[in-house]
Structure formats: structure tokens, C-alpha cells
């Protein structure tokens, strides 16, 4: 196997962050999206003198973060259990915290929806591109970002505050992202 370790190298340092960005949407948490990423580019450089195209790198990056994470996901035991009490629900929320809410309310969902929901809004990908990613069909694809959606929305209902917020005093830091090559 003879692989251009230079142009790996370059790859990676480029593609990186976006990649753990992506990573880190699947998993939830930043030791998995490292793990993740990991796992992924590992496969990748040991493919890296069979994929030709050059500019479907990312996807074969992100089809391999999918496809480790969902057998992750299936190895994994039962982690929560039903209870017959339901938790409280707190009133008062901070509408710059909204972030972390949108995180966690991701974090609830099944796999595929977080995935494609993910691969929509935060890799600005068409429909046709996720399902070539994920292998489903286009319909596939919008009925579950569509019910994906509809369950943060159910997730994350925003109460109205009692007084007006002036928008200079809402901290809101964009996600940095890397321009498109």
C-alpha cells in the first residue's frame, strides 16, 4: 500500500475541525466526537490510494463517521431506563443558554434523525446528498428530518419573558466555519 502521507497529512489539517464539528453533532460529546473522527480518518488513510475523487473526500469521511457511530450505537447497552415519575420541567430559561438547550435536545434523538438533521442544517447538505450518504431514499430522508424537527420543536418550546431582553445584552457566538472548498 502506498499512500501519499503528505497529502493525508494536508487533508486532515484543513478538513479537521469542520470534521470534528460534524463528529461531535453525531456523538454528543467530545471525547466520542474525537474517538469518532479518529476512527474515521483511520479508515480513511488506509483506503487513501483507492478513492479517486479527491473532492468526495468529506463524504467518505462523514459515511464513515456514520457508520462506526451507528455500530457504536448498537453495541452500546441501555443507558436510561423508564421511570413512572416524570422529571420537573424548569420555567425560567435564559435565551442565551439556547445553545446548549438546541445540544442537548439533539443529544435526545435517534441516531438517524440527529444524523440527518445534522447533515442538513449544520453541513448544509441537500436532501439527494444525504440520502447518498446515509443510503435511504430522498423521502426517507425528509420524513425523518421532518419528524426529527418536529421533536425539537416539541423539545424546545420557549416561554415568553417577562421583560424584554435588549439584544446587545444576548451573547450569541456563531459557530465558526471553514469556507467551502
Known sequence: MIVN????????????AALLRVAYQLTGHPCDAEDLLQAALAKTYLAWDRIQDRSSLDSYV????????????????LEEYPSEELPEVATNHDPRHRYDELEQA??????RQRTAIVLRYYEDMTEPEIARTLGISVGTVKSTVSRGMAKLRGD???????????????????IPREPVN
Open 106 to 111: 439533539l443529544d435526545r434523538l435517534p441516531a
Open 62 to 77: 462523514r459515511r464513515a463517521m456514520v457508520n462506526i457511530n451507528i455500530s457504536w450505537w448498537r453495541r452500546r447497552k
Open 156 to 174: 424546545l418550546v420557549v416561554s415568553t419573558p417577562r421583560e424584554p431582553i435588549a439584544r446587545e445584552s444576548i451573547a450569541c457566538e456563531p
Open 5 to 16: 502521507h503528505e497529502e493525508f497529512h494536508t487533508y486532515v489539517v484543513s478538513r479537521g
